[in-house]
């Protein structure tokens, strides 16, 4: 009962001084939620990134919490980049967001990709992400020169970051995309340019470890759940295209493992 008093006291002495109570932790569902029904409190257009999307502050009346707005949905026959390679049948939108954090889910891999969903705003329709804590990203590190503590644990993140960018063919797939906490997680963020619908690996140097529950997750992986479950964010080509470069990456660590050895491929 003291213990009780005690901290019913530092509470109210907390509020009273203006200062909040540490706000729990919210499970990916209660996420969810917030994403789609807390009210926007304050917007403000970021300098990062091609589409140029907006950091939102929201409020449910409990939890005050930042969140990513991005509503380009771009579509062109034909693409012409300033390094003169064209793209043809160009898609720039941000229903892959939500498609690759679906992706991620089903793959268990949604401890490294933040919560998405669709949700209207400011008379837009766009993907809403949930912000993580970020000390740096993949660009700034590399160019501080700044070693990870951990360079097992940072290796075994970065492979699985790889395998889940070739699976989802990301073309704009850069260093300012991956999010760095202060606890040294990886979040990949931003797949407005994945989802081609090449069947193809995009960059097979990219696959050298997979993860083995990963490995077992990816060869598991329903195309008709991820097709209801994105259906939409993706047409049924982009779909497609994911089941067949799942093949061709399960083919590939297969090969991998017979030439190697198992201990050397997967972790």
């Not at 760095?180 to 990886?186: A, L, R």
Request: aromatic share 8%; glycine share 4%; charged share 25%.
């Amino acid at each position: 009962m003291h213990r009780l008093l005690l901290a019913t006291a530092l509470c109210l002495g907390l509020a009273g001084i203006g200062i909040a109570a540490p706000q729990q932790e919210l499970t990916k569902e209660q996420k969810k939620e917030f994403l789609l029904k807390a009210k926007v409190t304050r917007s403000k257009q970021t300098s990062k990134g091609i589409t140029l999307p907006y950091r939102l502050t929201m409020t449910d009346g409990t939890t005050t919490h930042e969140a990513v707005f991005q509503a380009i949905d771009q579509h062109k026959t034909t693409m012409q980049f300033a390094d003169g390679h064209t793209e043809i049948n160009f898609v720039d939108s941000y229903k892959y967001n939500i498609a690759a954090y679906v992706l991620a889910e089903l793959l268990e891999m949604d401890d490294m990709v933040p919560v998405h969903v669709e949700r209207k705003w400011n008379g837009n329709i766009g993907s809403l992400s949930w912000v993580v804590p970020v000390q740096m990203d993949e660009m700034d590190r590399m160019q501080k020169k700044i070693s990870a503590p951990n360079l097992d644990k940072w290796n075994r993140q970065m492979y699985k970051i790889r395998v889940f960018n070739e699976l989802v063919y990301d073309t704009d797939s850069n260093l300012t995309n991956v999010l760095i906490s202060p606890d040294w997680n990886i979040w990949r963020v931003d797949f407005s340019r994945a989802f081609r619908i090449s069947k193809d690996i995009k960059d097979v140097k990219n696959l050298v470890k997979c993860e083995r529950q990963l490995l077992e997750k990816i060869k598991a992986l329903n195309g008709n759940e991820f097709k209801q479950r994105t259906k939409n964010f993706l047409t049924n080509l982009e779909v497609d295209a994911v089941m067949a470069r799942r093949d061709k990456i399960v083919a590939f660590f297969q090969k991998l493992i017979a030439e190697k050895g198992e201990q050397e491929v997967l972790y």
